[in-house]
């Protein structure tokens, strides 16, 4: 499955880009709950990922695993994206978790029923799978599709809107997704 994310992103424009900021996405699982609830990665630019930490003990101890830390990331990535790792003893900022509104429950998923056009859509995607030869991996990935599917119904009637250029949901006052605006 990550293959193919890879050649997904390697067709867009700037997939470069794209795969930086996709490096913030799995910080916290490069490193660990530990790690991750005393840092929080910042920003990726030019193949350097900022990450502040909580203290100047936790940006010594990750410098010292900083060679590994690139080379898990860069494993997720598919590709030599991350080059190195600043660590800076700034203290965290933890987000408010977002509003309910924003991540239904299971059970909210489950009781979206798909307009005909959607599932048209969603027939026409279940139908790619075809050529996946290993019934596990077409299985998760058919339950996958069918609930971003059924996600991205819910989010439209709650307010959520669709990027004019890629197509993608996102709750933003801009006209453009985060993506999008990045590439420019």
Same mark, same amino acid.
């Given at each position: 499955?990550?293959?193919?994310? %890879?050649? &997904?992103?390697?067709?867009?424009?700037?997939?470069?880009?794209?795969?930086?900021?996709? &490096?913030?996405?799995?910080? +916290?699982?490069?490193?660990?709950?530990?790690?991750? +609830?005393?840092?929080?990665?910042?920003?990726?630019?030019?193949? %350097?990922?900022?990450?502040?930490?909580?203290?100047?003990?936790?940006?010594?101890?990750?410098?010292?695993?900083?060679?590994?830390?690139?080379?898990?990331?860069?494993?997720?990535?598919?590709?030599? @994206? @991350?080059?190195?790792?600043?660590?800076?003893?700034?203290?965290?900022?933890?987000?408010?978790?977002?509003?309910?509104?924003?991540?239904?429950? $299971?059970? +909210? @998923?489950?009781? %979206?029923?798909? $307009?005909?056009?959607?599932?048209?859509?969603?027939?026409?995607?279940?139908?790619?799978?075809?050529?996946?030869?290993?019934?596990?991996?077409?299985?998760?990935?058919?339950?996958? @599709?069918?609930?971003?599917?059924?996600?991205?119904?819910?989010?439209?009637?709650?307010?959520?809107?669709?990027?004019?250029?890629?197509?993608?949901?996102?709750?933003?006052?801009?006209?453009?997704?985060?993506?999008?605006?990045?590439?420019?």
């Amino acid at each position: 499955m990550a293959s193919s994310l %890879v050649k &997904a992103i390697g067709g867009m424009a700037n997939p470069a880009l794209i795969r930086e900021s996709l &490096a913030l996405a799995y910080w +916290a699982r490069t490193v660990g709950e530990q790690a991750a +609830a005393a840092t929080e990665a910042s920003h990726v630019r030019d193949g %350097v990922l900022y990450v502040r930490t909580k203290s100047s003990t936790w940006s010594h101890e990750l410098q010292l695993h900083k060679a590994t830390l690139i080379l898990n990331l860069n494993r997720l990535l598919g590709g030599r @994206i @991350i080059r190195d790792i600043m660590f800076r003893a700034q203290g965290i900022e933890r987000k408010a978790p977002p509003p309910p509104e924003e991540n239904p429950t $299971e059970e +909210a @998923i489950m009781a %979206v029923i798909l $307009e005909p056009a959607e599932k048209d859509e969603l027939r026409k995607r279940l139908e790619g799978l075809i050529r996946i030869e290993d019934d596990h991996a077409r299985t998760a990935l058919a339950r996958r @599709i069918t609930l971003d599917m059924k996600l991205r119904h819910w989010r439209l009637e709650n307010g959520w809107k669709l990027c004019p250029r890629c197509g993608s949901t996102h709750k933003t006052p801009q006209n453009l997704c985060p993506i999008c605006r990045l590439e420019g």
